[in-house]
């Protein structure tokens, strides 16, 4: 992110800031589960974007990699599982009350969102202008991600292994017992 | 920053083209003489059977989870490999090389750690024989 945003810049960031919320908004008001998790993609790749014009670019790749890639495969497995039937016969199990619950909670979120822009952030968690782009600068896109990730929060990386191997753990409990069933 | 990301544009923009030209050309030289079996959905040269809305088997979910899992473990082998000068040496680089006597093991060391774990995680799949279709 330039010191003094451009004209160009500000444009593009307010084009992929527009283009994920009203992603986002056909997202969650589409009937079809696939037409839904393809708006996700949407979203996913102009937050990649915005995380490569915040001079993220290392965390932007792995967000369409990861996200718009590996989760987006699992998501549209998971409707291929569930066998929905289609679109037109689906019953809207989404009453009034849930509606009116989630754009409860939406607006709670929203104005969250007002309140930790406009107030002033602690000192710990703020960098100063320009940081990020003078690291990128200086030592690449992923040095700045690499050297804190394997020197200060080792444990943290160590662990995430612990974790993986979890969800390969459970995953074969799960799939497997239910594929043995049949 | 504009100028880094134009041959990225450059690229998108290509793609862009390819794809709507290879349509729009098929489309404008084409002579549509449509039959039953030409409007078919094309299935790999078979005819095809029943729907496609039907409920697929759970092994597909299990092979799209181990990938997951297996894909966010080599997104944290790419850091530490294009860190991996700075991680294997016990002092700071002096002009892009460890000075004689400094390299140290740490970096090789923590990511034997972690695939030494991960390593676990995929001897019990294979025993287990999630990777085997029946």
């Known amino acids: 992110m330039p010191d003094v945003p451009s004209l160009f810049y500000t444009f593009h960031f307010y084009l992929f800031g527009l283009v994920a919320m009203a992603s986002a908004v056909v997202f969650v008001t589409r009937r079809s589960p696939v037409s839904a998790a393809m708006w996700l993609v949407v979203v996913m790749f102009s937050l990649a974007a915005l995380y490569v014009m915040l001079d993220a670019q290392f965390i932007g790749v792995i967000q369409v990699l990861v996200y718009a890639g590996a989760i987006m495969v699992v998501f549209l497995f998971v409707i291929m599982l569930l066998n929905l039937g289609h679109p037109a016969e689906l019953a809207d199990a989404r009453g009034l009350w849930w509606k009116l619950a989630a754009g409860a909670v939406g607006l709670g979120l929203v104005a969250e969102l007002f309140t930790l822009v406009r107030g002033a952030t602690a000192a710990p968690y703020t960098l100063p202008a320009g940081y990020a782009a003078q690291q990128v600068a200086a030592e690449g896109a992923i040095a700045p991600v690499a050297g804190p990730l394997f020197h200060e929060y080792l444990l943290a990386f160590e662990v995430t292994s612990v974790v993986l191997l979890a969800a390969i753990v459970g995953a074969v409990v799960l799939g497997k017992r239910r594929a043995d069933a049949r | ?134």
């Open chain 2, 1 to 134: 920053m504009e100028r880094t990301y134009f041959p990225v544009l450059l690229l998108l923009g290509f793609a862009a083209f390819n794809a709507v030209a290879m349509l729009a050309l098929s489309h404008l030289t084409m002579r549509p003489r449509p039959t039953p079996v030409k409007q078919t959905p094309y299935e790999s040269g078979i005819p095809p059977l029943g729907d496609a809305r039907e409920r697929f088997s759970v092994k597909f979910y299990m092979v799209a989870v181990l990938f997951i899992i297996f894909d966010i473990e080599t997104v944290f082998m790419i850091p530490w490999g294009a860190h991996y000068r700075e991680l294997s040496c016990a002092v700071p680089l002096v002009a892009g090389s460890c000075p004689a006597g400094q390299v140290s093991f740490f970096g090789l060391g923590e990511m034997l750690v972690f695939i030494a774990i991960l390593l676990v995680g995929f001897i019990y799949v294979w025993k287990k024989g999630a990777l085997q279709w029946d």
